[in-house]
């Protein structure tokens, strides 16, 4: 798991809190459930507590904290149950994106995609999870881009936003099984079916891409939680 480093950002203090806080949450430093104490904070990143606590609002508008009636607050649990809803949904706005990328993709587009894609490979070689999380998302908002429908693509974003905890398990599944090759092929082959043109394969890869995500998560949970779960299966669209 990542180690994340503490040092005072330049600017202002919420700023250096939310990023801090956010980037622990993400990486699952700060565990699902673990209460966030404003005074604790406050002394820790050796601030006042008003900008811890703004901190604390903006990342319950992201649904990465929950604000309690009593006060409290705590870092958003990973809803399980939910799992497969949740992937319905990606797997719909994952095939979406990409279906539109490869039917309206220009040359620019396709310029940026690449980009992406070898700032994921650059990343997936530190073996840092949060760069990792980051970078996949800015490939897939990359190839979001390139279908031109901005409602699409907010949706996406905000489902890959959702997902982002859920990656560093799929993440540690992948690096236990040695599986790496399965992070970077992937999207070497939709970035060339949407070159090509090729909206059948583009649809095909971008949903195969969903349940390779699916299937290590909920193996991984399984092994780790031994707890049975439902498994969701992608609808043709």
Known sequence: ??????????????????????????????RPGA???ETSLAERFTMSRSPVREALIRLAGEDLVVMLANRSTIVAPIDVTSFPKYIEALDIAQRMNTRLAAELRTEADL?????RQKEFVAAVKTGKHLAMSEANKL??????????NPYLTAFYERLLDQGRRMLHLHFQYIERTHDGYLLTDEHV????AIRARDVARADALAAA?????????????????????????????
Request: aromatic share 8%; no cysteine; net charge negative.
């Open 209 to 237: 891409h969903t349940r390779q995500y699916r299937d290590n998560f909920i193996t991984y949970m399984q092994e780790n939680y031994s707890a049975p779960m439902p498994l969701g299966t992608p609808q043709p669209i």
């Open 111 to 115: 310029k940026a995609i690449t980009q």
């Open 189 to 192: 082959e939709m970035l060339e």
């Open 35 to 37: 209460l966030l104490d």
């Open 139 to 148: 490939f897939h908002m990359a190839v979001a881009d390139a279908g031109k």
């Open 1 to 30: 798991m990542d180690e994340i480093e503490i040092k005072r950002a330049k600017g202002t203090g919420a700023k250096f809190a939310y990023e801090t806080i956010r980037d622990e949450i993400l990486s699952l430093a700060l």
